[in-house]
Structure formats: C-alpha cells, structure tokens
C-alpha cells in the first residue's frame, strides 16, 4: 500500500564509508542476495549474521531479528535502551550477546556472516 518506490543501493556512497572498492562491495552484496536466495528458494532455514547489529533468523514461515546489545545501545543511548526495556520488557527478547553462539539460535539451516559471507551448514539436533 501507498506506491512506494525503491532506491537503488548507492554502492559508491557505500564504498566510501568502509573504505573498500566499490567492485568489492557489489560484489559482496550480491553474492550474499544470491546465497541467500538459493538457501530460501531450497526451503532452508537460514540465520544471516549482519556484523556489528545483529542475526535475521529466518526459519520456514517466521522471521525473527534479534539485535546485539551494544548496537542498540549506539543507536539509542544506554539510558533510553534502559528505559524502553523497563517499559516494555518484551524488547529483551530481541537482543542478544555477541558471546552467544549463532548456531544455538537455529533449529538447523545455513548460518551467512555478511559482510565478508561464509556458509556454514548447522545440523539438525538429534531428538531426545
């Protein structure tokens, strides 16, 4: 709803920012669009690591983004993180520790590190 229109990624203005070249950083973002593709297109469940913010899970139908503490602390500030979290709790839910392993996050699927991506296979616990 609403008609709203896409921007193209400015992958120079990207570029600049992280001090790569801009190939470098066309290059990553499509392989890491086109893995990720490939991984959904299968019916994969698929946990994409995004450096310094946080883990887009994506498992069958549901699709969670749980953010690493001291990203929304940067975003927000430690003392209005602290106050959005007192006023709703569930907001804890959605962060996470850096310490945490990615791979205890999924079920089974592929576990994407972008920017620089890696493909990892997390296999399926064994029933108990």
């Known amino acids: 709803p609403g008609n709203k229109e896409l921007q193209p990624l400015k992958y120079a203005k990207v570029a600049r920012v992280a001090f790569v070249s801009r190939q470098k950083v066309e290059g990553c973002i499509r392989g890491i669009t086109s893995l990720l593709s490939h991984c959904l297109g299968k019916g994969e469940n698929v946990a994409l ?29 430690k003392k209005n993180l602290e106050r959005a979290a007192f ?27 972008f920017p620089e991506f890696e493909l990892e296979f997390v296999p399926k616990p064994i029933p108990r």
Not at 49 to 77: A, C, H, P, Q, W
Not at 93 to 113: D, N, Q
């Open 49 to 77: 690591v995004l450096r310094d913010v946080g883990v887009l899970l994506i498992e069958g139908r549901r699709v969670t983004m749980r953010f690493y503490y001291n990203f929304l602390e940067k975003v927000s500030g």
């Open 87 to 113: 006023k709703v709790p569930q907001l804890l839910k959605t962060v996470m520790s850096r310490v945490i392993p990615i791979a205890s996050l999924t079920f089974c699927g592929r576990v994407i590190v």
